[in-house]
DNA sequence: GCTCAATATGCCTCTTCGGTTATATAGCTG
DNA sequence: CAGCTATATAACCGAAGAGGCATATTGAGC
C-alpha cells in the first residue's frame, strides 16, 4: 500500500539541494520558480529535484494557472521518523548500555572527522 | 559538535545495502565476516562499505585479532533525529495547519504508512 | 619465518546522478 | 491566434558510486 519505497525516500533526501528545498517547503508552499531562486540552481536542474521530491512523495503540487506550487508532505518523513526509532533508544534510554559497548570495542581514538 | 558533515551522513545511509549493516549492528556488534554473511555482497564491497559508515562516523571498530568488530555509533543518527525534529512538528502539533494547506494544494490521494 | 585467516585497498567497469542547453507544453494576455 | 510566462522534458556529458577480482596487510599458530 506504501505508494513510495522507502528506498527512493533516502535516495531523494541523500541530496543536499533537495534537502534545501524540502527545508524551503517546511517554511511555506512555493512556487517553482521561487525555489530556483532561493537554490540558485537553474530551472530545469530545479525541475528535476522536484521531480525526485515528487516521486518520492515528499512534496505535492498544486496548480494555480501556469504557477505549480509545491508544498511539503509530511508522510514520508513520518515514516523516517519510524525507521528512526529503534535506533532513538540509543540515545535515550540504554545509553549506558551502549557506552559500554562502545567502551569495550574502543580502542581506537580515531576521528574520522573534517572530511568535507 | 558533530564532527562529520551531515552530508556524509545521508550519503552513507542512502545505500540500501549500508542500512542494512546499520541494522544488523543495532541488534549487536559483529565482525566483518558475519556482516559479508548477512548482507550476501562480497568481502571486498563490504568493507568499503564499512569505510563508508566509518568515515561517517556512523559505526567503530574494535581490533580483536584479525578480527575488526564493528559497532554502531548513535551520536550521528541523533544528528538524523535532529534533523528531523522541524520537521516533525508537521505530523504532531499542527497536523490541522498542514492539513488545511495539504487539502488547498490537493490533487493527489496518498496514503501514509511507508515501509521498505 | 612460513602459512593461514580476516580484512582492507587498488584497479577496472558499469551504472546512476546531477548539471547544462535546447525544446516542448500549458495557461495567460492582448 | 500570437506571443509571453512558467514549468516540464529530452538529449547529452562529466563525475561519482557500487560491484567484482586480484592483491596487500596484519595477526596467529606452527
Known amino acids: 500500500m506504501s505508494p513510495v519505497s522507502e528506498a527512493s525516500l533516502w535516495a531523494a533526501l541523500a541530496d543536499p539541494h533537495r534537502r534545501s528545498i524540502v527545508a524551503l517547503l517546511l517554511e511555506r508552499p512555493r512556487p517553482v520558480g521561487e525555489i530556483v531562486e532561493a537554490c540558485g540552481l537553474s530551472q530545469p536542474s530545479t525541475s528535476k529535484h522536484l521531480k525526485v521530491l515528487r516521486d518520492a ?60
Open 57 to 116: 512523495g515528499l512534496v505535492r503540487v498544486h496548480q494555480d494557472a501556469q504557477r505549480r506550487v509545491y508544498a511539503l508532505d509530511p508522510a514520508p518523513i513520518a515514516a523516517l521518523d519510524a525507521w528512526l526509532a529503534p535506533y532513538r533508544a540509543l540515545w535515550t534510554t540504554s545509553l549506558d548500555a551502549l557506552g559500554r559497548r562502545l567502551d569495550e570495542t574502543s580502542d581506537d581514538t580515531d576521528e574520522p572527522s573534517a572530511k568535507d
